[in-house]
């Protein structure tokens, strides 16, 4: 099947993970900016149509499983990390755990039988007439050199580069692609999710402190993270507050899902089926701190006014708490919980100035990112205008 479309956006769409559902959103409501919704096509994994059609009916969405080819006037990067490459560590997934997952995927309508076989694929036909395009992007680690060549191979055809952090810049930089710009991720832009953000809450004890975890097999802190945020949570009860677990990712965090949901403690897990994002987006803003090892907890966090303790299990998480300035800090593996417990206490001491300060630098990076929205609806004016004028 021949697929031929004005716009088509590409990321990792459609496996249920919040953050890159919200970038999603964002990246089609960018690109509305220009073009009709049905003139736009993103590339989705198995298993998402329905709840992708459920976030937002009007692009056309195609499975990559499927056997089919897409022209494009442009192909976008629509945002996330999809330039990187761990494969320098031998941590690896179980067969129980693998199997686990698939078995799981089954019952839930995210994979089929077919998923067992190598899929044909989707075949981009991106030829030299395609424009390409890149938008809140970010980019590394390379365990291995032949991956950056390939990165930077892939991104030196993208007229339209930007890019949302100063890791992201100084690659760009050093592959030599000057049409790279800096600007803010997608996800504190809550103007382009297509939902309202819930009020912010008034604190009092006992706090609420919400702790996202995340099944991480790429480092070591990875797989130490879990344990600890466990162990911390276990501490901040008996402190008299009240921890709440979030999974972003209900689908793919398996070992995370099943950890927390078989403890005691409150948990929310993400499901696109269920859940709309107003409805996580409320059970988060009833937090009053969050412990996260998704970068996007602590973005979205902060777009809800609420400070961050970013757990530091690969680089982003350490860029994410420098990013928010005084609005979060890091937590260094080994994660040790006084570690954990003191950093958490020292936020609620002063969680008004810490309110403030992700309130302002929220703002800041929101006003960012919807500069590249508006300088990307100026790219697609120029180089791919609506067919409807």
Same mark, same amino acid.
């Given at each position: 099947?021949?697929?031929?479309?004005?716009?088509?956006?590409?990321?990792?769409?459609?496996?249920?993970?919040?953050?890159?559902?919200?970038?999603?959103?964002?990246?089609?409501?960018?690109?509305?900016?220009?073009?009709?919704?049905?003139?736009?096509?993103?590339?989705?994994?198995?298993?998402?149509?329905?709840?992708?059609?459920?976030?937002?009916?009007?692009?056309?969405?195609?499975?990559?499983?499927?056997?089919?080819?897409?022209?494009?006037?442009?192909?976008?990067?629509?945002?996330?990390?999809?330039?990187?490459?761990?494969?320098?560590?031998?941590?690896? =997934?179980?067969?129980?755990?693998?199997?686990?997952?698939?078995?799981?995927?089954?019952?839930?309508?995210?994979?089929?039988?077919?998923?067992? =076989? =190598?899929?044909?694929?989707?075949?981009?036909?991106?030829?030299?007439?395609?424009?390409?395009?890149?938008?809140?992007?970010?980019?590394? /680690?390379?365990?291995?050199?032949?991956?950056?060549?390939?990165?930077?191979?892939? !991104?030196?055809?993208?007229?339209?580069?930007?890019?949302?952090?100063?890791?992201?810049?100084?690659?760009?930089?050093?592959?030599?692609?000057?049409?790279?710009?800096?600007?803010?991720?997608?996800?504190?832009?809550?103007?382009?999710?297509?939902?309202? !953000?819930?009020?912010?809450?008034?604190?009092?004890?006992?706090?609420? $402190?919400? $702790?996202?975890?995340?099944?991480?097999?790429?480092?070591?802190?990875?797989?130490?993270?879990?344990?600890?945020?466990?162990? !911390?949570?276990?501490?901040?009860?008996?402190?008299?507050?009240?921890?709440?677990?979030? $999974?972003?990712?209900?689908?793919?965090?398996?070992?995370?899902?099943?950890?927390?949901?078989?403890?005691?403690?409150?948990?929310? $897990?993400?499901?696109?089926?269920?859940?709309?994002?107003?409805?996580? !987006?409320?059970?988060?803003? %009833?937090?009053?701190?969050?412990?996260?090892?998704?970068?996007?907890?602590?973005?979205?966090?902060? %777009?809800?006014?609420?400070?961050?303790?970013?757990?530091?299990?690969?680089?982003?998480?350490?860029?994410?708490?420098?990013?928010?300035?005084?609005?979060?800090?890091?937590?260094?593996?080994?994660?040790?919980?006084?570690?954990?417990?003191?950093?958490?206490?020292?936020?609620?001491?002063?969680?008004?100035?810490?309110? =403030? %300060?992700?309130?302002?630098?929220?703002?800041?990076?929101?006003?960012?990112?919807?500069?590249?929205?508006?300088?990307?609806?100026?790219?697609?004016?120029?180089?791919?205008?609506? /067919?409807?004028?």
């Amino acid at each position: 099947m021949l697929v031929d479309t004005p716009v088509v956006i590409i990321g990792g769409f459609g496996l249920g993970n919040f953050g890159d559902d919200l970038l999603m959103l964002a990246a089609v409501n960018a690109v509305r900016k220009v073009h009709d919704p049905t003139d736009i096509t993103v590339l989705i994994y198995r298993g998402g149509e329905r709840y992708c059609r459920r976030l937002d009916a009007m692009p056309q969405y195609i499975v990559r499983q499927a056997e089919t080819t897409v022209r494009s006037q442009v192909a976008i990067y629509g945002g996330g990390t999809q330039f990187y490459d761990f494969q320098g560590t031998s941590l690896r =997934r179980s067969r129980w755990e693998r199997a686990q997952r698939f078995l799981e995927g089954l019952a839930s309508g995210r994979m089929s039988l077919a998923n067992l =076989r =190598r899929p044909q694929g989707v075949r981009l036909d991106l030829d030299e007439k395609t424009r390409r395009a890149a938008i809140s992007i970010g980019l590394g /680690p390379f365990a291995r050199p032949e991956s950056e060549q390939s990165a930077a191979k892939q !991104l030196a055809g993208c007229e339209f580069l930007s890019v949302r952090d100063e890791t992201s810049v100084r690659y760009c930089q050093n592959w030599g692609l000057e049409q790279a710009s800096l600007h803010s991720d997608f996800g504190y832009a809550s103007s382009l999710w297509g939902a309202d !953000l819930p009020a912010l809450k008034n604190s009092s004890p006992p706090y609420r $402190i919400g $702790i996202i975890v995340r099944d991480w097999y790429r480092t070591e802190e990875g797989f130490r993270h879990l344990s600890a945020s466990m162990e !911390l949570a276990a501490s901040l009860e008996k402190r008299g507050h009240k921890p709440t677990f979030f $999974i972003f990712d209900g689908f793919g965090d398996t070992t995370c899902r099943r950890t927390v949901q078989s403890s005691s403690f409150s948990n929310i $897990i993400w499901n696109p089926n269920r859940l709309s994002i107003s409805d996580q !987006l409320d059970e988060l803003a %009833a937090c009053d701190v969050l412990v996260t090892s998704r970068a996007h907890g602590a973005i979205v966090g902060s %777009a809800l006014g609420i400070p961050a303790i970013c757990t530091v299990i690969e680089p982003k998480l350490r860029i994410m708490a420098e990013t928010l300035e005084d609005a979060a800090v890091g937590w260094e593996s080994p994660f040790e919980v006084d570690d954990g417990v003191k950093l958490v206490e020292a936020t609620l001491d002063c969680l008004d100035d810490r309110r =403030r %300060a992700a309130q302002d630098v929220s703002a800041k990076h929101a006003e960012s990112a919807l500069v590249s929205a508006d300088e990307l609806a100026d790219y697609l004016k120029r180089v791919a205008p609506s /067919p409807g004028g």
